[in-house]
């Protein structure tokens, strides 16, 4: 399985960037995809993970309200809607593909190569 990850780019605070990741197989159906950041310096963070159903999305507290993940089978393709950015959201964003819904980045298989999202002050 192969993941690219895209959209990421230079935004001022409180603005908004999509995000979004196309896998390569069909099977991304059956997948859980989810969302991780990683900042220089800092441990690779959850953002956001959406069922093979698209029926449950889970976020950590820092994010909740202001990002949201959706995913398109059809397209095979899954998204992150970010909006009201603060600098502290300045990150390299990974998307990944696994078998059970969780935070743990353990649980991915799956990664993409990641794409930066710096927020200006």
């Known amino acids: 399985v192969q993941l690219q990850a895209s959209g990421g780019g230079l935004v001022q605070a409180g603005g908004s960037l999509r995000l979004s990741c196309a896998a390569s197989?069909?099977?991304?159906?059956?997948?859980?995809m989810g969302w991780f950041r990683q900042a220089p310096g800092k441990e690779r963070e959850f953002v956001a993970t959406?069922?093979?159903?698209?029926?449950?999305?889970y976020y950590p507290d820092s994010v909740k309200g202001r990002f949201t993940i959706s995913r398109d089978d059809a397209k095979n393709t899954v998204y992150l809607q970010m909006n009201s950015l603060k600098p502290e959201d300045t990150a390299v964003y990974y998307c990944?593909?696994?078998?059970?819904?969780?935070?743990?980045?353990?649980?991915?298989?799956?990664w993409g190569q990641g794409t930066q999202v710096t927020v200006s002050s």
């Open positions: 990944a593909a696994g078998q059970y819904t969780s935070a743990s980045s353990s649980q991915y298989d799956y």
């Open positions: 959406i069922r093979r159903s698209g029926d449950r999305v």
């Open positions: 197989v069909r099977a991304f159906s059956t997948a859980v």
